[in-house]
């Protein structure tokens, strides 16, 4: 049974940093498309960082680029993102999602065709 749990969201400061963290079980990280995506309220989802087990291959949205950072631990099944200098426009629900198919990095964070999603984590980023 595939599973995604996120964790590590809160509030935090202007200019501050947090680690999310998603543990996933049913799969292996090593070939599996894999990413962050994230929603305001009153925007659309969008896709915040991905990365491809299988093409090894990693794709950031131009607004988090420099400041946002995914890995992933394989032996405790777990995928990061480290959020650093936030800013209040980087406020929303946190989304883990795997790919629904083999996908490269880029493709899943931009077509977000996710067949598992986690179940959010709330950032706000607020003085």
């Known amino acids: 049974q595939v599973q995604l749990v996120e964790s590590g969201g809160g509030l935090v400061q202007p200019g501050g940093s947090l680690r999310l963290s998603c543990v996933v079980s049913?799969?292996?990280?090593?070939?599996?498309?894999i990413g962050w995506f994230r929603q305001a309220p009153g925007k659309e989802r969008e896709g915040v960082s991905c990365?491809?087990?299988?093409?090894?291959?990693?794709y950031y949205a131009d607004s988090v680029k420099g400041r946002f950072t995914i890995s992933r631990d394989n032996a405790k099944n777990t995928v990061y993102l480290q959020m650093n200098s936030l800013k209040p426009e980087d406020t929303a629900v946190y989304y883990c999602?795997?790919?629904?198919?083999?996908?490269?990095?880029?493709?899943?964070?931009?077509?977000?065709?996710?067949?598992?999603w986690g179940q959010g984590t709330q950032v706000t980023v607020s003085s």
């Open positions: 990365f491809s087990g299988r093409s090894s291959s990693t």
């Open positions: 999602a795997r790919a629904r198919v083999n996908s490269g990095a880029y493709d899943f964070c931009r077509k977000q065709d996710a067949g598992y």
């Open positions: 049913g799969f292996t990280l090593n070939f599996d498309a």
